[in-house]
């Protein structure tokens, strides 16, 4: 393990103003998004559409770094570049997630564990020969009746810690994603409480198995009422009880917190993040990691339709550059009309 590689890495993931472009979607997850705008799921349309995002004018200038499908760590772009030399030559640095999805926990209804762990080491040192510099893993506690259990929790906990000392014992920077799903009814209290519960249980693992804080990021949910709660918290609440979460389960010797989008809107994704920043004084960099929040305009934009592969692209720089405004606590909604 070399630490000033990893701390070196993941600093650069999370300089002032840039986060990390999530789209790594799996070949099961990629075919919902595509399905939403009717086009056919098979390797060269989505080796298209992320070419068209990688390939968009100045996004370098918002985004440090790109987490990849495995399949696409291999494809090239139209002009035959291979996706990970074309994003390293403009300085953006690729990533690949490497865990293998989550399964039903056993003896544990309605609760998953991730797996993916055998064989972790050599595919690890496969990636990396291929350019990948960072990976993630994301492990997922649902909310409901009488669940999360500290059970799922201290599995799904475990997994990541041993996930995170393999990648840097390959010089790979862990993104440790534990993510508390928004989709129930239940109040921001209880997320509040429920992403306590897997923070302080993920931070124990990780320092019991020696991982270096330095040398990871974390990617969790927002603090946020369950979709299906009927009163929704507002931004500044949302924001609040985010960072005095954060606060209290993180150590601040991590370099940077990299959130999830979760299913939120884009623009709501992005007022959360530059609320948080806001507030200020803050330990370590608070920027994003989103997907949908990130892609969601783009994808529609394209359509599937190389025509539209411009606009596919204007879409997708301006949601880079509003969230990289929020990463600083920069952005204003004139930005949106503006566009
Ligand atoms: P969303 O931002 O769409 O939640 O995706 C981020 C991600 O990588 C989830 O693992």
Redesign the pocket.
Known sequence: MNADTLIKTAQAMVEPGKGVL?A?ESTGTIKKRFDSINVESVEETRRAYRDMLFTTPGMEDFVSSV?LFEETLYQKSSDGTPFSKLLADKGVIPGIKVDKGAKPLAGAEGETVTEGLDGLRERLIEYRKAGARFAKW?AVITIGDGIPTDYCIQANAHALARYAALCQEQDIVPIV?P?VLMDADNSIEVCEDVTSRTLQAVFAELDQQGVLLEGMLLKPNMVISGKQCPTQADVQTVAEATVRTLKRYVPSAVPGIVF????QSDELATAHLDAMNKIGDLPWALSF?????LQAPALAAWGGKNENVAAGQRAFFHRAKCNSAAAKGEYTSAMEQAA
């Open positions: 999530a790594d987490i994301r994603e993510e999830l989008s979760g299913g990691s989103y997907g949908r929040a």
